[in-house]
């Protein structure tokens, strides 16, 4: 519990600059060095205080989308570096560009704008975002589906790139999103066959109503609009 009375929370950032030494996605301190800091602290902080040493939780973030490249854009070479641009863009420390930042928040709509202004992309559809949380060493990660913000859930938590990206890369105009599908109009009523030999039924509802008989609607001996007097058979249309 990040808010437990008297427990102080140490979290390492690993040198980004030996990146040999680590998952550039996710960088993390060696447990030794976790350990060594750790007996260093415990030495001079009060004996009141728990410590606790460890690495920050990383949080990936994945997306699923389709795309169209404009006309002349290889697909194969082009789809690889359009996931690593999204890496860069979720996880800018890997090329030195940004230093880690704790919590955070990213809007769907930021990555979908980052592709978008990709000088190769034609369009995007059926863009989903998922957040991917960690729980512990032996048991599944959290994933959030199809979110429109992706909000850390701890202090200590980092927002990053996940590894890989689901990328379906469209080489026609036709999108084959759920969202998409056009379903097949309401066809018509069947024509009735006059020649199929069957019995003719009689038609009901409103368009065959008939009247065989005087109808009079009001009382007689009124005239004018009180009194109406159909005196032959109509069929209402």
Known sequence: ????????????????????????LKPKTSLITLTEIQSYINSIKPPCAELHVRNP????????????????????????????????FLAPWTY?????????????SMIINFVEDRT??????????????????????RILKDIDDAITSTSASIL??????????????????EDNLVLQP??????????CGQEEKPETGIGADEITTTLIIGHAPA?????WKIEQTFEVQ
């Open 96 to 108: 030195g560009t940004n230093d880690i930042v704790f919590g955070g928040r990213v809007h769907k």
């Open 186 to 195: 309401m066809l018509p009523p069947p024509v009735p066959c006059e020649d």
């Open 120 to 141: 190769y992309v034609d369009f995007v559809s059926c863009f989903n975002m998922h957040q991917i949380i960690p729980t512990g060493l032996n048991t599944p990660p």
């Open 223 to 227: 005239t004018g609009v009180d009194f």
């Open 160 to 177: 990053t790139s996940a590894p890989t990206h689901l990328i379906t890369i469209l080489e026609t105009e036709d999108c084959e999103c």
């Open 1 to 24: 519990n990040e808010l437990t009375p008297g427990h102080v929370s140490l979290v390492i950032i690993a040198d980004l600059q030996n990146k040999n030494a680590c998952d550039p």
């Open 57 to 88: 939780i990383f949080e990936e973030i994945q997306t699923e989308f389709q795309v169209k490249f404009l006309p002349g854009f290889d697909i194969g070479f082009y789809g690889q570096q359009l996931e690593e641009e999204i890496r860069q």
